[in-house]
Structure formats: structure tokens, C-alpha cells
């Protein structure tokens, strides 16, 4: 169903001059927000299901919400599980294990020692980790005493999707949304749906950031526009994948 055919029935709007772009100010995108949620837990309530039973529906992922990434706090995060390699993450890892398992993902084989230099940490702390990794099934040694990843495509079992969701602010979203991209493969902006209908700027600024777009009311959510594919490989990712699809 369109979003004009969906709003038919809304309370009055603050009005827009005949043929002038729709770009609304702080004050009425405040004023449409209202009219739907009262607060971002009321529009939360309603996205959190949603990506449950759309996303999640064949049970090959799973949901969290308020999970903490060094100091970033998105507002869901979901890890779908995408290959037949997305089992690999058998644990969790800490962060330094993350750490490790990253500087192998974005260039190996690498020496136990290189890696700890990179790291600026002590060797036989990062060997221990190695090791580790190794039981895990997650890293190799090779015959020169070198380290590589196990498993080849590692990077691309788990797609980590991280959404912030905003009652008016979406510019403040579309900063908070692409710092996200630090560990998360794709991030969204959830708005109010009225709000992404009745503001063009929402939808061309998601679009330049690369970040996909979710309209939601009280009767369910719409993906505006889509998430463009990052592919971090950084720690951050490890973590969140290790810790979102370890059983």
C-alpha cells in the first residue's frame, strides 16, 4: 500500500506552500512524529517484531537491540547468517581475540609476532589468542610458523545489520547510522513514515550516505530504500558476529 493511501486518515499536517519542495522544520517534523509515536520506544515496539517475523523469518539469524560496540550503541542489531560457513563462529571471542582474527582477515598469513606488533601488545599474549582461534577452527598455522585464516570467504558468513531508529532527528540518525558501518556490513535509518513521506531531504541524504531506510507506522514498517554492502573486516565486526551467531 502507497504512503498517501496509508495517511488518508491522519490528523491535520502543518501545511507546505503550493509547489515548494517538501522540506520541513524542526517544529512541524516534531508535530507529524506525534501523531503517530510518542516517544522512539513506541516506534522501537513496532519495528522490533517487524524485523523478527521479515527478517528473521526462516530462524537464520538473530535480533538484539541496545548491544554495546566499544562506545556505540545501535539501536538493533542483527547477524543473518548467509553461507553454510555460518557456523564458524563455534564461540565467542573477546575483543582482543577479535582483534587478532581481524589483522588475518584483511591480509595474511601473518607471523605471531607481526601480528602483536600491529597490535602493540605482548607476544605471548597474542599467541595465546592464536591458539585459541586455531582450536576454534577459525585460523590455521602454516608449515613456515605463519598464521592464516581457516576458513576461506570467513568474512562473508555473517552480515551484520545495525539500524538507528529517530522519532525527528534523522540527520542526527544518518551520523549515528554511518558510524555503524565501522562493523556493521549495512546500516538503516528508521524514521516516522509520514516524516520520510512529507521531507525529501530524508530519502536523498540515506541515499548519499549509503544507508537504506525504513518507514514506520502503526500499522508495520516499509524499506524505503535499501543498504548498499560494506564489508568492514575490522574487529568490530568479528566481535559482534561472534557474539550474535555463537550459540
Known sequence: MCFASRWRQ??????????????????????????????????????????????????SGRLAAQVQIGSIIPDFLLALNRTSLSGAFRARLTGFESAVLAQLLRRD?????????????????????L???????LVNS????????????????????????KLTRWREAIVQARAYLAFANRAFVALPAPI???DHRVLEACQAAKLGLLAVSGDGVSVVSSAGFHEPRSASWVWAASRLSAP
Open 10 to 59: 491522519a490528523p491535520p499536517q502543518p501545511e507546505v506552500e503550493a509547489g515548494a519542495p517538501f522540506a520541513l522544520g524542526t517544529a512541524a517534523l516534531e508535530t507529524i512524529a506525534l501523531t503517530q509515536f510518542a516517544l522512539e520506544a513506541d516506534l522501537c515496539a513496532v519495528l522490533d517484531p517487524w524485523l523478527r517475523t521479515n527478517w528473521l523469518a526462516d530462524e
Open 109 to 129: 598469513p601473518l607471523r605471531a609476532r607481526t601480528v602483536a606488533e600491529r597490535l602493540y601488545s605482548q607476544p605471548a599474549r597474542t599467541t595465546r589468542a
Open 196 to 198: 520520510v513521506d512529507r
Open 131 to 137: 591458539l585459541r582461534l586455531t582450536r576454534l577452527g
Open 142 to 165: 602454516t608449515s613456515t610458523g605463519a598464521f592464516t585464516t581457516a576458513l576461506e570467504g570467513l568474512a562473508g558468513t555473517v552480515e551484520i545489520v545495525a539500524i538507528e531508529a
